[in-house]
């Protein structure tokens, strides 16, 4: 199927007349005719009722206007995505959103990289560990750590980031470390606001252990903090104490009777359709990053 048919018939529903669509694209109405007449021939169907006045679209015509467009916006989409790469590199204004700690130990060095790669291109980066309503707001892509529910967004899987319960290895030593998840009874918890109840899983079950502590924090930061400094048990993700884990300022803490959650980290983006070449790199670039150590 010929696009520039597609177009010349988008442009005759826009403007009504085979006339003006034709005067538009600097065609005659004789070629405007015989245009739209090898597009029908090719769908065989009629497009448009025509009178010596006017143009108006047929019900097939109303059902392939939408189609059409689509097809034309892809083709703008592709062209936009390579010429970005090959005139200039990555350009425009990316919108980000992620959580505070992954965002500032990932995402901010991440985004450094690429604006030096790519002089003409700019990075709005929102931290929080609240979730953000990226419609609402223009994101351009949420980097979030959750189990997704159900949702008109498109979301994609970066890296694999399950909790850990970890602790600062002088806490080890002095209190030692719960074998089960009974046993965590006993030990001081260091929990995230409106997170009282930590999440495993036995035997398939998932599980919801109720814990308590002295310390209780609005963020993931400073329960990390608070729990290097050896204040006691902490659950968090992988990526959010990789380096911790990696320098030894953190241990894992297995339980004998259960796992942790198997989270993951995704790109969460508004639509599938028209994601511009800048979020289709930085997805890429975090899905490599991820798959490394850390450091």
Known sequence: MDLGDVALFCSIASIGSLSGAGRQAG????????????????????????????????????????????????????????AERR???LSGVLKITAPNLIGRSIVVPLAVRLMAENPLLKVDLTLSDGIVDIVAVGIDVAIRVATLQESGLIAVKVADNPRILCAAPGHLRAYGAPQTLAELDDHVCLTIHAMDAWVFSRAGERVAKRVAGRLSASSVDAVRAACRAGAGFALLTYWDVAEDLANGSLVAVPIDDAETEPLAIWAVLPTRRHVPARVRHFIDEMKVRLSKSPG
């Open 27 to 82: 065609l005659s109405p004789m070629a405007v005719s015989r245009r739209l007449a090898a597009l029908e021939k090719e769908l065989g169907v009629r497009l448009f009722h025509r009178t010596t006045r006017s143009v108006s679209l047929t019900s097939d015509g109303e059902t392939f206007l939408p189609l059409g467009q689509s097809m034309l916006e892809a083709r703008e989409a592709a062209a936009s995505a390579f």
């Open 87 to 89: 005139e200039a590199g």
